[in-house]
């Protein structure tokens, strides 16, 4: 039997978006609203626009590389803390 998807947003983590830019701020709100409409697809499709986003972001220095991560893990869980990046 195959499991339900029920929640993308790792709701444990918590993370302080106040002083982030305006634009990934939005991509967040929007993520939270598709994960509580259940709409998969679409939060997929926003997931990785917000992680383009936040690349960017993190590359010219506007957020930190511990939020960075932090955004990955809370809504995509794509972080092994463990791990470094290739691309750093």
Known sequence: MEEKITKM???SIELDITNFPKSV???IKELE??????DWFS???????L??????????GVISEYE??????????LYDWNKKFKWM
């Open 51 to 60: 992680e383009m986003n936040a690349k960017s972001y993190l590359l010219s």
């Open 9 to 11: 947003i790792d709701e």
């Open 33 to 38: 609203k598709l994960n509580e409409n259940e």
């Open 25 to 27: 701020k939005e991509e």
């Open 68 to 77: 960075f991560k932090k955004i990955l893990e809370k809504y995509g869980r």
């Open 43 to 49: 939060y997929d499709l926003k997931f990785d626009e």
